[in-house]
T-cell receptor
Framework: QQQVKQSPQSLIVQKGGISIINCAYE??????FPWYQQFPGKGPALLIA?????SEKKEGRFTISFNKSAKQFSLHIMDSQPGDSATYFC????????????FGGGTRVLVKP | GAGVSQSPRYKVAKRGQDVALRCDPI?????LFWYQQALGQGPEFLTY????????KSGLPSDRFFAERPEGSVSTLKIQRTQQEDSAVYLC???????????FGSGTRLTVV
C-alpha cells in the first residue's frame, strides 16, 4: 500500500521558473513531512520539513504548503536554477513511532538554462 | 565524522553469495536507519536502531536480511544467499535523537548477478 503518492514523476522547467511538486498521504497519524533532494550517486539530503500545525514554511527559494484537511502537501521551488536539477522526494513519518520515513515515488526535475 | 560513511560503495555478488554492508554514522548520533532504494524509486524503510537496540525491523523483506549495531555506533546489514531482487542501493541514515531530521550516507549499490 503506497501511503504517500507523489506527482508528477518528472518535470522540465526553464531557468527562473517555478517547480511545483505535489504529495498526498493517507495515514492521518503522520506528523512530520520532510522533502529530500537527491543527486545521482548520492543519498537524499534534507531540504525542508513541516509539521501539520503549520500551513506554510519557507526557506530561501523553497516553500512547503500544507493542507491538513485534504491530506496534501507540496514543494515550490522559486527561481529554479540548473543546479536544482535533481530528484525530489516527499516523505512522512510519525515522530513518536521512531520517525521512520515513508517516501513518495520521487519527481525528477530538469531545469533548462 | 563529518557525515555518514558507507562501505563498500559498490558490491557485485553472485546469486547465493552472502554480503555485508557497513555503515559508520555521524559520531554521537543515537538513531540509525537502513533503507533500500530500487532503481527509479523512493527509499523504503528496512530497520531502525536506537543505540544498540534494534527497535523496528518491520521492513526487512525476508529472514535472509539481518542487521546489527552491537556497540551502538557502526552498523552492518547482512544479506544471506543473495537473489537478483536484492539488487538495489542500500542507504544508511543517522540522527542525534529519535525525533530529529536525519542525514543519509551515499549508499552501497548492490548488484546481484
Amino acid at each position: 500500500q503506497q501511503q504517500v503518492k507523489q506527482s508528477p514523476q518528472s518535470l522540465i522547467v526553464q531557468k527562473g521558473g517555478i517547480s511545483i511538486i505535489n504529495c498526498a498521504y493517507e495515514n492521518t497519524a503522520f506528523d512530520y513531512f520532510p522533502w529530500y533532494q537527491q543527486f545521482p550517486g548520492k543519498g537524499p539530503a534534507l531540504l525542508i520539513a513541516i509539521r501539520p500545525d503549520v500551513s506554510e514554511k519557507k526557506e530561501g527559494r523553497f516553500t512547503i504548503s500544507f493542507n491538513k484537511s485534504a491530506k496534501q502537501f507540496s514543494l515550490h521551488i522559486m527561481d529554479s536554477q540548473p543546479g536544482d536539477s535533481a530528484t525530489y522526494f516527499c516523505a512522512a513519518s510519525i515522530k513518536a513511532a521512531g520517525n521512520k520515513l515513508t517516501f513518495g515515488g520521487g519527481t525528477r526535475v530538469l531545469v533548462k538554462p | 565524522g563529518a557525515g555518514v560513511s558507507q562501505s563498500p560503495r559498490y558490491k557485485v555478488a553472485k546469486r547465493g553469495q552472502d554480503v555485508a554492508l557497513r555503515c559508520d554514522p555521524i559520531s554521537g548520533h543515537v538513531s540509525l536507519f537502513w533503507y533500500q532504494q530500487a532503481l527509479g524509486q523512493g527509499p523504503e524503510f528496512l530497520t531502525y536502531f536506537q543505540n544498540e537496540a534494534q527497535l523496528d525491523k518491520s521492513g526487512l523483506p525476508s529472514d535472509r536480511f539481518f542487521a546489527e549495531r552491537p556497540e551502538g555506533s557502526v552498523s552492518t546489514l547482512k544479506i544471506q544467499r543473495t537473489q537478483q531482487e536484492d539488487s538495489a542501493v542500500y542507504l544508511c541514515a543517522s540522527s542525534f535523537g529519535a525525533v530529529d531530521g536525519y542525514t543519509f550516507g551515499s549508499g552501497t549499490r548492490l548488484t546481484v548477478v
